[in-house]
């Protein structure tokens, strides 16, 4: 029989409705995709950016997947692919691979990239988009309820017009910039040197009131604000409805506006998705070139704690620096890097897409094709990274030994160390272990003694470091060390450090040379002490 591939009609909606429940079941959480009437009225639209293409033979859809929309009219070159629904036939027999590729080509020859997700737990379509020239591109926990709350993979299929020069993703995002190598490698796109730009974040605390707001304010203010031509930062890419299958329902953008002595200068939109218990930022806008970080702030509060959001995400531009510093100060990381994305005057630039999970989670490789699973990793260390937190590497930052090394050196570092508590008396090592520890005081106060109960010759506060000379030369500890108040340590182990001096020698003889020039010091102080005392 003839393939017949074609966009949907309102007629489709009970061959439709058959197709979701051979690829979905008849459990899915959102309801509407098994109700005639909504389903007809979602086939019978039609418009480019907004449709449903189908793939069947007679009278039975083998697949279907849907255009989804931007939430706001835009130029951003993207053809976002959902709603996917395959028959189990339709692998083999060609009618899934015909579909993509004519939905593929329509893509195309609108000049835009193709995105889709796909379920983590879903290896059967992963082999599938890869096979068919997709790339995985960003992954992202606790994203859609399906059956539970699952894990997606992003895919895209690049364009044609993807070679063109890139601005260099700054230092000060060394998350972004590992994400971004990846992608880019995957995409077969030439990338750029990160660039050193000495980037900081918007403050987090500032003299400004944010409130709620009307969409009829908000959009005025905006109106308003953009006279002052104001660099976007935020893309609007983010498709109504909600849900895996991105239901349309009756959402109301909620907004804020942000007001410093009686002027506004900045305000943000954003979605809540009440199926997957979200928040979705759509856009922003600061006049003040300050205010943006306390906006977000107050947005993820209220989200978290009003509407018990599982995360809150939004797709920012790599060119906003100080907003995606301060996105990672709050607990955002990049979960997606979307190269060319987003439309300019001039070109285009690429997104990323942060996410601020509040919630447990965890990440199951065993679906993982092994194309996908090298994102997945990258976005593991990022959390990794997030959970270390931000405080232990500006702490990192500050102390001697690692002067020199830039903030991705800091971070691969600061995966080696582990928290420890230690109680008031409680010893960290004795005279004559062994040592293959080093330490970094968090927080407490620890004491250095030569013997037991002796007067200590060292008491060592926050930000200080101890027991590095046996953590190098593995040899028995010379004095002793007692915690005096409730300590938090961070500790190295020595094989940790030295495997990943191994992998990246620069950074190992960075931070030897800082210890024996610390060393040094420290032995110059000590026979000054000595030579006044004679």
């Not at 409705?17 to 995709?33: E, M």
């Not at 993703?169 to 490698?185: D, F, I, K, N, T």
């Amino acid at each position: 029989m003839a393939l017949n591939l074609r966009k949907a009609k309102s007629e489709d909606a009970a061959q439709w409705i058959q197709l979701v429940q051979s690829s979905l079941g008849a459990d899915h959480p959102n309801r509407q995709i098994y109700d005639p009437s909504w389903v007809a009225a979602e086939l019978a639209s039609g418009l480019p950016g907004n449709e449903t293409w189908v793939a069947a033979e007679e009278e039975q859809l083998l697949a279907s997947i849907s255009v989804l929309g931007a939430v706001t009219a835009n130029e951003n070159p993207v053809c976002n692919l959902g709603r996917n629904l395959f028959h189990p036939t339709s692998y083999a027999n060609g009618a899934a691979e015909s579909l993509v590729n004519k939905i593929a080509e329509l893509a195309m020859l609108r000049r835009q990239m193709c995105v889709t997700r796909v379920l983590a737990s879903d290896n059967q379509q992963q082999i599938f988009f890869e096979k068919l020239g997709f790339a995985c591109v960003g992954f992202q926990p606790l994203k859609h309820i399906h059956k539970t709350r699952e894990e997606v993979l992003f895919y895209v299929k690049r364009a044609r017009s993807m070679n063109s020069n890139r601005l260099p993703v700054s230092e000060s995002l060394p998350q972004l910039g590992e994400l971004a190598a990846v992608v880019l490698g995957h995409l077969l796109i030439p990338g750029a040197p990160a660039t050193r730009d000495g980037g900081t974040g918007y403050p987090l605390q500032t003299d400004v009131a944010v409130s709620p707001a009307s969409e009829e304010d908000y959009k005025l203010a905006l109106s308003e604000a953009e006279k002052a031509n104001p660099p976007r930062e935020v893309s609007s890419n983010f498709n109504w409805g909600s849900g895996f299958m991105r239901v349309a329902e009756a959402i109301t953008p909620r907004a804020v506006l942000c007001r410093r002595e009686d002027k506004t200068v900045g305000g943000m939109r954003f979605l809540y998705d009440e199926q997957d218990r979200c928040v979705r930022i759509m856009d922003a806008f600061c006049t003040d070139n300050l205010s943006l970080g306390a906006i977000l702030q107050h947005v993820c509060k209220y989200s978290q704690t009003e509407l018990s959001v599982a995360y809150v995400e939004m797709d920012a531009l790599v060119t906003a620096v100080k907003l995606l510093i301060s996105a990672e100060q709050l607990g955002f990381v990049p979960a997606a890097y979307l190269p060319g994305f987003h439309k300019l005057a001039d070109g285009t630039t690429d997104l990323v897409k942060m996410v601020k999970l509040n919630q447990t989670y965890s990440i199951e490789h065993d679906r993982l094709t092994s194309h996908s699973r090298v994102i997945v990793d990258v976005i593991k260390r990022c959390l990794q990274d997030q959970s270390i937190g931000v405080a232990i590497i500006n702490l990192l930052r500050d102390l001697e030994i690692f002067r020199g090394l830039g903030d991705g050196e800091l971070r691969k570092v600061a995966r080696l160390f582990t928290q420890k508590l230690f109680r008031p008396g409680e010893r960290v090592f004795g005279k004559d272990d062994s040592g293959h520890e080093a330490y970094v005081v968090m927080r407490g106060q620890i004491e250095i003694l030569l013997e037991e109960n002796a007067a200590p010759i060292a008491s060592l506060g926050q930000g200080q470091v101890f027991g590095e000379i046996s953590f190098l030369d593995g040899g028995k500890r010379g004095a002793l060390a007692v915690a005096k108040q409730p300590s938090i340590l961070l500790v190295m182990q020595r094989p940790q450090f030295f495997e990943l001096t191994q992998r990246e020698p620069h950074l190992g003889l960075a931070v030897m040379r800082n210890i024996a020039l610390e060393l040094s010091a420290r032995l110059r102080r000590t026979n000054a002490t000595l030579a006044a005392k004679k």
